[in-house]
């Protein structure tokens, strides 16, 4: 389901929409359908234990195909957050055993933790309006979110992340063959990556159409923090565990470009961090970044050919500015979003972000030939 394709990081099928078709299913199809209304009730908690009751047995003692078993686990994903991240009601430190047993089981089916992250919350959470045309806004709508009064804020917010992942795609392909040594010039992917990085950016720019900076803070980021010493009942040896929010930084797409454009970031506690934040990811995203930073680290990196062969500095340079503007964008998108509303403010995933993004963008632009 996550190998990569002309889709890039994006599923190869469409998502799974519902899971209605099975009877044992639709008690936790209505649960999550009315995320939004038990949220703004203040009564998820009470109406998930009563509803979810028989619904972790059987999912926990059946086999199902992954696409299946990825579509539960983004049920359990969303309850849990929803359980943990109500508002308006008291904080919780304990996961009930009818969310987190099989919340971790199918964590473990998947390779991922047992929180929300970007795979759940973009790559596997869209529909397509009309099949036969592409993945881009107005083609696309969320299968799933909490906000019932800014329901467009949140839904736009996701949708431009699955858009930016549509854009990537064409450079993500090529590079998928590149690494597999098959014959593509250098320059060929070149011209990939800086177009992919072109329609990212358009996409970006867009953020704000249909994402209130207000509504985001108020409504759309509370539910995607992190876990901080949460009990999951019945797991871990009932020991409390830390998991990291769902953040942008769970996406393969920044790693796998730098990786091929020869850009290593220096040795921090900002890449260690994201190297923790590449267990939130799908295996098979892992190892294609991991693979990318081989060839750059055994000089094969696309910086390395065009500074060897002394050709296509100037298409280099070009997709690093884009690359520089992403970041920059994202920055931007970070101040307007986060730091106006808050004092100290630190990102979903738990981290001083702006310094963090700071230090990105300026050790990008140590990269261009001059």
Partial sequence: MWEITSRGFLPENNPVHSLEFEPEFQDIEYLTSNIPEFLEKKEFRKNAISILNDVGLFCCKNEFPIEVTEKLFKHYCYIASSYVHAPYVKHISVLPKEIS???VHLANKVSRHPILSYSCY???NWRLIDPELEIKLGNIELQQN??????KDEDWFILVHVDIENSAAKAISV???YRKDAFIPPLEVLKSVHDSLI????TMNRMPENCSEDFYFKAVRPFIFSFENIVYDGCFENKPQTFRGETGAQSAIVPSLIAALGIKHGDTMLTKHLEVMREYMPIQHRKFISDLET???NNLSL?????KQSSGEELYNHCLEELL????KHLEFAINYIQKKVENPTGTGGTPFIPWLTQLRDETDEYFLR
């Fill in 199 to 202: 329609n990212m950016n358009q």
């Fill in 175 to 177: 590079l998928n063959d």
């Fill in 101 to 103: 047993i099989p919340l």
């Fill in 146 to 151: 909490f906000s019932l009064n800014h329901k």
């Fill in 122 to 124: 973009a790559l596997n």
């Fill in 295 to 297: 060839m750059r680290d």
């Fill in 325 to 328: 503007k992403f970041r920059t």
């Fill in 303 to 307: 910086r390395h050919w065009v500074v």
